[in-house]
């Protein structure tokens, strides 16, 4: 059985609506990478403009090991 | 700045002395003093209150700035130069700040005009200037607020073309935009001119800010490749909360007066997120 690790999710603006009943401790297997997290919840590719992984920017290639706080943007042009 | 002695022996002898709420003394001059002098030399209001502030004499419009800026800090601002591009909901409150605050010189871009949409959260919009110039209202509303300032109006939309010609000179601009593509065109001409960018954008209760200087990757960091950007972002399903845009403007202007200063930290190569939804605000790296 694979090791199971929780990472805390917030999902901004529009992207909201795909928010898990389990953000707070959301389940990843450990090495997941943001690409597979944001497919497993559904949200469009292209909507997951800003990811960030304990407050640095990251990408959809970075890897999850458990414990990160993460926060995707989706592009905000309003002014 | 050299204005004749007879201009600042006006100032000095129409001066008060007075004394701020904490009981520490200064001398303060009247805004009527200051117009009245300008109308009698034929100088701008703007150049009076430099050579008062030179002679460490408050306007007294001034006086609340002053526990935060020394007079040589006010005189500074009134020596400086902001373009703000986009005049509906963050360009409006953006306008009124630094209007109150005494940036000298405003240049005002937008070739909208008014409609009733804009009137949640648009300052600058009234159910009397629907279908008005947005620059005209923009013009109009400074003037009321501090005749020192000196208004630069453009009634046009900012493109490749006329970019360049229009921030050239500025100290700082600041992107008041509604779409991607025209904050990327703003990007490209502020960093050819030299300017430093204060960028912002809203949707919903959510928005977000950061500050680029010409030689930091700047927006890309956030939207991606601009040859890959939609115009349009999560605006177009939430809209924008006259709240949240009138609280991410303040910040713009923040970033402009701590620019302009040089005193405090700036969001160069970060950004600040605002989500008034769950209270959140966090600054996150972009590089």
Do not use: W
């Amino acid at each position: 059985m694979k090791k199971q690790a929780y990472i805390t999710l917030k999902l901004f603006a529009s992207l909201g609506k795909f928010t898990p009943d389990s953000a707070d401790n959301y389940p990843v297997e450990p090495g997941t990478s943001v690409r597979d997290l944001i497919a497993g919840l559904k949200i469009p590719e292209e909507k997951a403009k800003l990811i960030f992984i304990d407050g640095v920017k990251g990408e959809l290639d970075s890897t999850l090991n458990g414990g990160e706080r993460i926060g995707i943007f989706p592009p905000v042009g309003g002014g | 700045m050299k204005l004749n002695d007879g201009i600042k022996d006006r100032i000095r002898a129409l001066s008060n002395r007075k004394e701020f709420p904490d009981k520490t003394p200064y001398t303060g001059i009247s805004v009527n003093d200051i117009i009245n002098i300008s109308g009698n030399f034929g100088i701008s209001c703007r150049e009076i209150e430099i050579a008062s502030l030179e002679e460490e004499i408050i306007p007294e419009r001034y006086v609340r700035n002053m526990k935060s800026f020394s007079a040589t800090d006010q005189a500074t601002l009134l020596k400086s130069r902001i373009t703000i591009v986009g005049l509906g909901g963050l360009g409006g409150v953006v306008t009124e700040i630094l209007a109150r605050i005494g940036i000298g010189t405003l240049t005002l871009v937008d070739g909208d005009i008014f409609e009733e949409s804009n009137l949640n959260r648009q300052y600058l919009c009234r159910e009397n200037f629907i279908s008005m110039p947005k620059a005209d209202a923009a013009e109009k509303r400074i003037k009321e607020i501090n005749s020192s300032v000196t208004v630069r109006k453009h009634s046009e939309y900012l493109n490749e073309e006329n970019a360049e010609g229009i921030i050239g000179g500025s100290d700082t601009v600041i992107d008041c935009l509604d779409s991607l593509t025209g904050r990327f065109v703003l990007e490209r001409a502020s960093k050819k001119a030299g300017c430093r960018l204060v960028s912002a954008a809203v949707a919903g209760n959510y928005g977000h800010i950061t500050t680029i200087f010409p030689e930091d990757p700047g927006l890309k960091l956030i939207y991606g490749d601009p040859e890959n950007t939609q115009d349009k972002g999560a605006e177009t399903s939430l809209g924008a909360l006259s709240h949240c845009v009138s609280l991410v403007a303040s910040l713009e202007t923040s970033e402009a007066i701590k620019i302009i200063l040089g005193k405090g930290s700036l969001l160069r190569n970060k950004l600040l997120v605002v989500d008034l939804e769950s209270n959140a605000f966090e600054t996150i790296q972009l590089l």
